[in-house]
């Protein structure tokens, strides 16, 4: 929670040691009151100390006393899930005792409180790293006007990706729409090294109130992991010295869900615990297949979001228009089946029940359970990224909208509408062993081996109560492909 202080009484910061990862130790701060507030700097995806070039900015504004703000947003929160809304709650939490208590929590539109807070703290700047989301960008214009017209500037340093959204671009200036040529002029773009961690900085409270946090929601038999900076950096270090096991070995073992083979930090990423410049960085000039693959998965995140800034519509709207002309069903009790792990197929259920379980889903078994609901359910690919924003801990606009739109086959570097993935042979060959299906669907714990991935096929199959199918893949296939060609006229 975030305790109150009497006005103006700050957390002086000692002179900082730096460990190895850029984290600064703080010993426990001294109080005294301090004169004057120079800048606020506005945490929003960016919950960390270290590599955050606005914070930063804010310390070197004036006296070098910082007010630590975050916002939140009924437009953000209100329509979030539970899940993010629970791990938000402890990403925060983990930031503000990071900072000694000190970060202000308020609630609310933030064209309003951040002004109430930048005038209460007498600042002359708020500083900000840039949002490219499209709500982002509409709501920073209406603070910065708002802030322009009290007199106090709004500053934009850095952003969440290692390149801005916007700034790759083909010779003749427009934007990539497929992935592989942006790839290649992102990587010859290049991004600055991480910032260093700011020492010396004051934390500053406003006068005025502090919020506190909403209670955090009743996840039921979910289980979030740790949030936070150091959990972020110490995964990602874990995932980096794992040698075949990890960042080494990430090209041949990355598709498979029996397998711990990814590093598993979107989620530190999604709310900027650790940002993908620190992670490029440290990867160095490590050549191979895997630390070139896992570069290039970083490089699919940032042309996602390249491509919403171009193409803000895409995010609830089809990016290629004709496909929005195809018959499609309405959702009825298959996408309930669907949502529930109920499907009958075991790599689709065992998919949807880690969601439910972790907030999280392998980005193979996304693939594969995206393409069920298109093509086998030939339901609208929004209403998958609509569960999906509800249910992932690391539900990022960009990168779920351009998935679901590539597995649908309307969108950039779309995988062509009549590849549609066969859930059995898909989980036979990257769960070969059929463990990933065992762990998440009990009623097959019983089933050898690969026969998990068919349980119709043995006697006892549906012995524990396993849901039979409900579509014909073959069929659904058939007619996935009918409605293609009626569209394509």
Known sequence: MVSMRSPLTVGV?????????????????????????????????????????????????????????????????????????????????????????ALHLRRGDPVEAVVAVARSAGASSVHVAADTGPYGR????????????AGIAMVRTGCAYAVPPGNVRTKQGTPYSVFTPFSRAWREHGWPDPAPTPAGVRWAEPRGRADDLYTDPDLGDL?????????ALDRWAAFR???????????????????????VLSHHLKWGEIHPRTILADQGG????????????LAWREFYADVLWHHPASARAYYRDEYARMAYDSPDHLVDAWREGRTGYPFVDAGMRQLRTEGWMHN???????????????????????????????????????GWQWAAGSGTDAAPYFRVFNPVSQGRRFDPDGTYVRRYVPELAHLDGATAHEPWTVDDGYAHGYPRRVVD??????EALRRYQAMRG
């Open 138 to 149: 509409r709501r920073d214009a209406a603070v910065e006007r708002a802030l322009a017209d």
């Open 241 to 263: 010295d794992a040698g075949d096991e990890g960042l080494d070995g990430y090209a041949e073992r990355r598709d498979r869900p029996d397998l711990a083979g990814t590093s």
């Open 223 to 231: 289980r979030l992991p740790t949030a936070g900076e150091k959990t």
């Open 364 to 402: 193979r078994v996304r693939m594969v359970v995206a393409s069920f609901l298109v093509k086998d359910l030939h339901v609208e690919w929004q209403h998958g990224a609509r569960h999906f924003m509800r249910w992932l801990r690391d539900a990022d606009l960009a990168s779920n909208s351009h």
């Open 473 to 478: 893949h073959a069929e659904e296939r058939a």
């Open 286 to 297: 490590r050549r191979g297949d895997g630390p070139t693959t896992y570069r290039s998965e």
């Open 13 to 101: 910061q000692p002179s900082a040691r730096v460990d190895p990862q850029g984290i600064a130790q703080r010993r426990a701060p001294r109080r005294r009151t301090v004169w004057s507030v120079t800048a606020v700097h506005w945490f929003r995806r960016d919950l960390r100390l270290g590599d955050n070039p606005a914070l930063l900015s804010a310390a070197d504004a004036g006296d070098g006393s910082v007010v630590p703000l975050f916002v939140l947003d009924p437009a953000l929160w209100n329509p979030a899930g539970d899940v993010r809304r629970a791990y938000l709650n402890a990403s925060l939490r983990a930031l503000d005792a990071d900072m000694d208590g």
